[in-house]
């Protein structure tokens, strides 16, 4: 039982380039969200999902975008990449806690 | 609109001391309260929650939190601090459901031998 995985840990992007992070759970877990992480502002919601086919928008999620075509993946997609998403983004699904995968950490130069 | 509050943006403790790590909250309706911690280079990991029932939670590696409804307060305490508690502390609330969470800013806990 793997948990929350995430692919790639690290990932240097030129700006206006384009990446796919990924993310799997085998946990069977319908809830899954993306956040990202900046010093001083804690977690921040960009998208999430309550089930495959669905998905909505969270506090952050302009820049990003998201598709859910199965329960276990939940792939966040960096069209144009801009200095401003440098961060630790974290995937996590919820079944009354939420489980966090270990991150990866985006730098966009 | 629900909100989370976190202070302290450092707490230091001497290993032995009790620590309180103070989060308050702001939400429509019932509360659903959780306290996360944060390693150097990992994901968080769940210590506890507050759903209904007991005020007093008691969670992972000692852990406890008083859920305060006229104070509007969740803080995170332990009786006894070791210097491996040294992480990154992070109160969140719901008001729905436990699904989307509102996460503090975080709290650095430090604790000096």
């Known amino acids: 039982n793997a948990g929350v995985t995430q692919t790639p840990k690290f990932q240097v992007l030129k700006t206006g380039q384009s990446m796919t992070l990924q993310c799997a759970q085998d946990m069977n877990h319908e809830y899954m969200s993306w956040y990202r992480q900046d010093p001083g502002m804690g977690l921040r919601l960009i998208h999430y999902s309550v089930g495959a086919g669905i998905t909505d928008q969270g506090e952050v999620p302009n820049g990003y975008n998201v598709s859910r075509s199965t329960t276990e993946d939940f792939p966040l997609r960096l069209l144009s990449a801009a200095p401003s998403q440098t961060s630790v983004y974290f995937c996590?699904?919820?079944?009354?806690?939420?489980?966090f995968g270990p991150g990866t950490r985006l730098t966009v130069t | 609109a629900q909100s989370v509050a976190q202070p302290e943006d450092q707490v230091n403790v001497a290993e032995g001391n009790p620590l309180t790590v103070k989060c308050t909250y702001s939400?429509?309706?019932?509360?659903?309260l959780f306290w996360y911690v944060q390693y150097p280079n990992r994901g968080l990991q769940f210590l506890l929650k507050?759903?209904?029932?007991?005020?007093l939670v008691k969670g992972s590696y000692g852990f406890e939190a008083e859920f305060n409804k006229s104070q509007t307060s969740f803080h995170l305490k332990k009786p006894s601090a070791l210097v491996s508690d040294s992480a990154l502390y992070f109160c969140?609330?719901?008001?729905?459901?436990?699904?989307?969470?509102?996460f503090g800013t975080g709290t650095r806990l430090q604790v000096f031998p």
């Open positions: 969140a609330v719901s008001s729905y459901n436990t699904d989307k969470l509102i």
């Open positions: 939400v429509s309706g019932n509360p659903y």
């Open positions: 996590a699904t919820t079944q009354g806690e939420q489980y």
């Open positions: 507050y759903i209904t029932g007991d005020n």
